[in-house]
């Protein structure tokens, strides 16, 4: 696989397919997609251009998306993932058709179209162990061998199966297979298991049933027993297609719908894997499944991530029938340019250093209005209380400095952010030799227009005051991981790669008064460090929690200014 620096133009190959077909006459009626999740595990940003693409396609043609979840793996399913996927198809901005839809709804109608194939000698109750199966079955070089019990009468069959309905045999005892070709280069040609003995509970019919249908069975027939035109799907499924179409020509369906690929959505520095994500949160490497660094929906929108931006991410990058691996830097822009443009902005002091105007009255304050945006009328001004002393941050001041710092120097002169011209007089130490102030003096004259001298400063720093501003917990999140390809090799390997500075907590950070009433998941761009967003669960007016989305520019050298 490639890595893609730059978008693919928004092509969308199935998009121009579906056009095709319809002006042809091959396609006849209405699109119906879906999305079909697996309820066992949470949704991540690979995911999100599956949604976007199937609900993008109906959209585009006048049709209708379903939310179907595909739970036949009881053991591995609960409703969390449940509630979550809703959630984040919601937050996305897509509106499912009807109600939300599960195979296990379609389990007797499975049943029954089981039983169908037994009739018709089209499937069998096998009696092997799963390493007797497992052993027959061969491998890419070599052959497969009959089941013993392949040519069992059909009659039987039922029987056998009726009975592993009801409960009387063991886990492994038994399965259903469908008889198509032992022999067949196609794996998933030979005979497959459609039925397997699970005495587990399920959260959508409880104990009703103790065998349960394979993905591969259940999914196709979901499928054409709700009317689906177009079963989209990513490429790892391609090998499975034929095996889609034996069912769906084998069986009678109420539809017939056809399986199309599209190449998968692959991230650098991003590992997608449910498994190596779940081991991720249950090793406590991350706060969770919707930790900010987290590649799932449910992080990314944490860190502040828009749907927008993810929308327009995956409309850029297009769809194709080859995957390949996209940089992260890609999708960081995206969010960048939608933050740019809809975030206002906001001050905010990440390392506070003192700053002490000594021509400024001590107990005087002057409330100072500052555009919410500097390219919009949209957002309302904001008022920052000026006061004698400030936060500057640290790395913002020098004593001495060469001619590309453009920030605050003794003897120099710089620009507070939305205020007045300031020059630096003196320095305070601690005992350590440490700098714990700067003094300065202000001129009244510059709010809004430079020195009358003609002597211009060298900058603009921001600022916060240090006796009317407020203080909030910052995190800075960076990306997870510092390996460019995390998943492609073992946990070790995987947790090797680990990003140690993907996190670091700041508290008690100045942020200027207005901040600490902003709402979970209200967005800023905080002035000369980066997007961030309120909390969506730890935020509050009396203990404002702010996390990092992404710095102005990228740092990862991939893309970006």
Request: aromatic share 10%; proline share 6%; net charge negative.
């Amino acid at each position: 696989m490639s890595t893609q620096s730059a978008p693919s133009g928004g092509n969308n190959f199935l998009r121009n397919l579906i056009r095709e077909q319809i002006d042809s006459g091959e396609h006849q009626g209405e699109v119906v997609t879906r999305f079909p999740p697996e309820p066992n595990g949470y949704l991540h940003i690979g995911h999100a251009k599956s949604i976007c693409l199937n609900f993008g396609l109906a959209e585009h043609f006048g049709g209708r998306c379903r939310l179907r979840f595909d739970d036949t793996n009881p053991e591995k399913e609960n409703q969390e993932y449940i509630d979550s996927i809703q959630s984040d198809v919601t937050w996305l901005g897509f509106e499912w058709d009807g109600p939300v839809r599960y195979a296990s709804d379609y389990f007797d109608d499975l049943y029954a179209l089981a039983q169908q194939l037994i009739e018709t000698g089209l499937a069998y109750v096998d009696e092997q162990s799963s390493e007797q199966a497992r052993e027959n079955r061969g491998d890419w070089n070599t052959p497969g061998t009959d089941s013993p019990f392949r040519d069992r009468p059909p009659a039987e069959s039922l029987d056998l199966l009726a009975r592993m309905k009801a409960g009387e045999f063991d886990e492994g005892s038994c399965s259903l297979r469908a008889k198509i070709d032992m022999r067949a280069g196609n794996m998933n040609l030979r005979d497959p298991v459609m039925y397997r003995i699970r005495k587990a509970a399920h959260h959508q019919t409880g104990d009703k049933w103790c065998i349960y249908p394979s993905y591969d069975f259940a999914h196709g027939q979901s499928d054409a027993l709700e009317g689906v035109t177009h079963s989209i799907c990513t490429l790892e499924f391609e090998d499975h297609r034929p095996l889609y179409e034996w069912f769906v020509a084998n069986l009678t369906l109420p539809a017939s719908p056809r399986q199309y690929e599209f190449g998968r959505l692959n991230l650098n520095y991003t590992v997608t894997s449910k498994r190596k994500l779940k081991l991720l949160v249950d090793e406590g490497h991350v706060d969770g499944w919707d930790d900010p660094r987290m590649p799932t929906l449910a992080g990314i929108r944490r860190r502040g991530y828009t749907p927008a931006a993810i929308r327009n991410f995956c409309d850029t990058i297009g769809v194709s029938r080859s995957d390949g691996v996209i940089d992260a830097g890609l999708l960081e822009n995206a969010v960048r340019d939608d933050l740019n443009e809809h975030a206002p902005r906001a001050m905010c002091v990440l390392d506070p250093l003192k700053l002490v105007i000594t021509n400024y009255p001590e107990d005087g304050v002057e409330w100072l209005a500052a555009p919410g945006h500097p390219n919009s009328d949209a957002f309302e001004s904001r008022q920052l209380p000026f006061t004698r002393e400030l936060w500057i941050e640290a790395e913002d001041f020098r004593e001495e400095a060469n001619k590309k710092y453009k920030r605050l120097v003794l003897g120099k002169r710089v620009r507070l952010r939305n205020a007045y011209v300031i020059e630096a007089e003196d320095v305070v130490r601690d005992e350590a030799g440490e700098i714990v102030a700067v003094h300065c003096r202000y001129d009244p004259d510059t709010l809004g227009d430079n020195p009358a001298d003609g002597i211009k400063p060298k900058g603009v720093i921001h600022w916060v005051s240090a006796t009317h501003g407020r203080t909030a917990t910052v995190r800075l999140y960076d990306r997870l991981f510092a390996d460019e390809n995390p998943g492609r090799g073992d946990v070790g390997e995987m947790l090797a790669g680990l990003n140690p500075a993907s996190l670091d907590v700041r508290e008690n950070c100045p942020i200027e008064p207005g901040l600490a009433s902003a709402r979970p998941e209200d967005r800023f761009q905080f002035e000369r460090i980066g997007y961030f967003v309120a909390d969506r669960y730890d935020h509050g007016p009396n203990h404002p929690v702010f996390n990092r989305t992404v710095a102005l520019r990228d740092t990862w050298g991939k893309s970006g200014d």
